[in-house]
């Protein structure tokens, strides 16, 4: 187990209109805050995603972020 350190970037997830899962936008923010020399991420857990997500959907967040950051 690695030890934990550095800036760890809660992110909120976009949604489109519709209220579905924004891949493109999920992509372009992890790029972004990547960029910015963040040592990590917490995925699903900032604007109510846990609550409001079903297991799917949760996933496929998960699945965007660890291939943005390979």
Do not use: N
């Given at each position: 187990m690695r030890d934990i350190?550095?800036?760890?970037?809660?992110?909120?997830?976009?949604?489109?209109?519709?209220?579905?899962?924004n891949e493109a936008g999920l992509r372009s923010l992890v790029r972004h805050v990547m960029g910015g020399g963040v040592h990590g991420l917490f995925v699903n857990g900032t604007t109510g995603?846990?609550?409001?997500?079903?297991?799917?959907?949760?996933?496929?967040?998960?699945?965007?972020?660890?291939?943005?950051?390979?």
């Open positions: 350190h550095g800036a760890i970037v809660a992110l909120v997830t976009p949604m489109t209109q519709t209220e579905e899962l995603e846990f609550y409001s997500f079903d297991m799917a959907q949760k996933r496929r967040s998960l699945e965007i972020v660890m291939e943005e950051c390979g």
